[in-house]
T-cell receptor, first 111, second 113 residues
Framework: DGGITQSPKYLFRKEGQNVTLSCEQN?????MYWYRQDPGQGLRLIYY???????QKGDIAEGYSVSREKKESFPLTVTSAQKNPTAFYLC??????????FGQGTRLTVV | AQRVTQPEKLLSVFKGAPVELKCNYS??????LFWYVQYSRQRLQLLLR?????SIKGFTADLNKGETSFHLKKPFAQEEDSAMYYC???????????????WGLGTSLAVNP
């Protein structure tokens, strides 16, 4: 069953902790993306990767880090430097010139 | 700079009424445009793209280059159309490897019985 999977669905973090959100796809897509979705602010791009071992900052990269060691995986780390990390995070992937496929999302809450 | 504008945060219509979700873009080249939809408790998914020129779930969208618009229309709204709708653009010319989607802020459509 092909698709893009995010885990966990819900994540709680204490202040000052780093947490890593998982995103895996078996669609053989080259490009992967991380977005943050906040009410009234649409989708804001955090990081994206067009190819393995390469990634670029999006519009709101501060306080986040990523890696792309494998084509299938694009984990996002929310560091303690992110001042307002509570949000809904979406991962997506696509081939060039094609539609983006999204995961179910991870809701991160800082407690 | 490339930009996608959805002027309405919320659109409320009655069942059976026509609906139009507005999308305007700014881009000097020839863009590819998309509408994505996010139903409650479901993942964000593609609704339609302008190059396919098809109707999905009764929705259509025509690219108007003169008005730089890509409005989403449906003649008779249904309650199950209630969702969040996003308009998005991919640059096509001189984009190189930088072909990331540019998103509007979204319009929440509520279809009332």
């Amino acid at each position: 069953d092909g698709g893009i999977t995010q885990s966990p669905k819900y994540l709680f973090r204490k202040e000052g902790q780093n947490v890593t959100l998982s995103c895996e796809q078996n669609l053989n897509h080259d490009a992967m993306y991380w977005y943050r979705q906040d009410p009234g602010q649409g989708l804001r791009l955090i990081y994206y990767s067009q190819i393995v071992n390469d990634f670029q900052k999006g519009d709101i990269a501060e306080g986040y880090s990523v890696s792309r060691e494998k084509k299938e995986s694009f984990p996002l780390t929310v560091t303690s430097a992110q001042k307002n990390p509570t949000a809904f995070y979406l991962c997506a992937s696509n081939l060039q010139n094609t539609e983006a496929f999204f995961g179910q999302g991870t809701r991160l809450t800082v407690v | 700079a490339q930009r996608v504008t959805q002027p309405e945060k919320l659109l409320s219509v009655f069942k059976g009424a026509p609906v139009e979700l507005k999308c305007n873009y700014s881009y000097s080249g020839s863009p590819e445009l998309f509408w994505y939809v996010q139903y409650s408790r479901q993942r964000l998914q593609l609704l339609l793209r302008h190059i396919s020129r098809e109707s999905i779930k009764g929705f259509t969208a025509d690219l108007n280059k003169g008005e730089t618009s890509f409005h989403l229309k449906k003649p008779f709204a249904q309650e199950e159309d209630s969702a969040m709708y996003y308009c998005a653009l991919i640059r096509t010319r001189n984009a190189g490897n930088n072909r990331k989607l540019i998103w509007g802020l979204g319009t929440s459509l509520a279809v009332n019985p």
